[in-house]
């Protein structure tokens, strides 16, 4: 542990706890909203330092403090590292990736834009109310305008790398159990893929996000909505990070 | 692939009328694929499939042309033809193989395009009838679809 007096000290029993408490505990939630709270100084430090790069000050305190939840999530006290130098690096990432992701990859219309914004929010309500993907005609029936107009919504949207809608975290992560079968199912599966050594590996090396919703695609037969919903960002994020995945996949088990 | 009999021939083009056909040729490159994908998804959204499948199709597309594209003979073309029917779209990639073969099923690949699409089907002839050999993914997207 650090020996400098960093005012996070009295924080620090709370995470032995919170590491030594089974999943269903219900004190946990109690000590990760403390553990939460207390360093939340620390996020909003760090989205300060982003701060006048074009990005609304509340956006990038939002993404920090999800970085913070992650990094309190995922700390592992028993390492020996003290949660400031894991939690810095993390929250960072997590702000730049905003960034990254904010950047359209091409110039796009302003009122493409805004409609790509509408049609975002509208497939997510549709999605939920629907309980499946809606249609393009659904969407323009609930957005009161044109299908045309929603056809070429969603086309500059392939040219969007994510909305800031898509980062619509949930603060539970994506269920634990429906991941854990998934990757059974993969492995069972696997058997049957020819270049099943080859893929593990690679599986394994995907960034934990990506490998879920590959895993519940292909594997847990999820559908993008689905997956979209319990991994808490959107189907059209759900289909481009599928999409990437794919392609990374598919340039590293290439023959040559 | 077998040239349609007499009357194949017309009952092909009749029921072609009331369906439409669009073929993409690109040079069996990756970087071309991306042409075909975007047609693709564009046939699906306007024939108002929903968003999971527009972005299924497009994908599986996207897969199949991969697996296609070492298989081409350098200097052929990699054609994919889209028929588009009301209650399903149909998707035939081809390319000129140097020899018979047919695309191996036992890949990742082949998992991720058996789980986007309702029909996958692996297509290939040997130019035994004076035609070149071809190697070829079909598939077909229902509107009504089995799962979810």
Redesign the interface.
Same mark, same amino acid.
């Given at each position: 542990m650090s020996s400098q007096d960093t005012g996070y000290e009295h924080l620090v029993p709370l995470f032995k706890e919170f590491a030594s408490l089974p999943e269903d505990d219900p004190r946990r939630q109690e000590l990760r909203d403390k553990l939460v709270t207390g360093h939340l100084p620390v996020a909003l430090h760090i989205a300060r330092r982003f701060a006048h790069r074009g990005e609304p000050q509340e956006d990038l305190e939002q993404v920090a403090t999800v970085g913070l939840i992650n990094a309190v999530d995922r700390f592992e006290p028993e390492r020996g590292t003290d949660f400031l130098s894991y939690a810095v690096p993390t929250i960072a990432g997590e702000v730049r990736r905003h960034f990254r992701d904010q950047a359209w990859s091409m110039r796009v219309p302003r009122r493409l834009k805004d409609l790509h914004v509408a049609i975002g929010a509208a497939v997510s309500e549709l999605s939920q109310h629907l309980g499946r993907a809606p249609r393009p005609s659904e969407i323009a029936a609930h957005l009161q305008c044109d299908t045309e107009e929603v056809l070429e919504g969603l086309e500059a949207a392939s040219a969007y790398r994510s909305a800031s809608l898509d980062e619509v975290l949930t603060t539970d992560e994506a269920s634990g159990h429906t991941v854990a079968d998934a990757l059974g199912e993969a492995d069972n599966a696997l058997d049957q893929v020819e270049y099943r050594e080859a893929v593990r590996p690679l599986l394994e090396s995907l960034p934990e996000r990506e490998r879920t919703i590959l895993l519940l695609r292909f594997f847990g037969n999820l559908t993008q909505t689905q997956i979209a919903q319990q991994v808490g960002i959107s189907q059209m994020h759900v289909s481009r990070l599928l999409a990437q995945t794919l392609a990374t996949l598919r340039e590293q088990l290439a023959p040559d | 692939m077998v040239a349609p009999s007499g009357q194949q021939a017309d009952e092909d083009s009749e029921r072609l009328d009331s369906m439409t056909l669009i073929e993409v040729r690109i040079a069996p490159t990756p970087a071309q694929i991306s042409a075909v994908r975007v047609v693709a !998804? *564009?046939l699906a !959204? +306007?024939q =108002?499939? *929903?968003? =999971? !499948?527009?972005? *299924?199709l +497009?994908?599986a597309v *996207?897969?199949a042309c !991969?697996t296609l594209v070492?298989l081409a003979v350098p200097g052929t073309m990699l054609s994919c033809r889209f028929l588009v029917a009301p209650a399903t779209i149909e998707v035939l990639a081809t390319v000129e193989a140097g020899h018979h073969v047919t695309v191996?099923q036992?890949?990742? /690949?082949w +998992?991720?395009l058996t789980?986007l699409i309702d029909e996958v089907q692996a297509v290939s002839s040997d130019g035994a009838g004076g035609g070149r050999p071809m190697a070829g993914i079909r598939l077909c997207l229902r509107r009504e679809r089995a /799962? /979810?």
């Open positions: - | !998804a *564009d !959204a +306007r =108002d499939y *929903d968003l =999971d !499948a527009v972005s *299924d +497009r994908m *996207d897969e !991969a070492p191996p036992n890949t990742f /690949g +998992r991720v789980t /799962g /979810g």
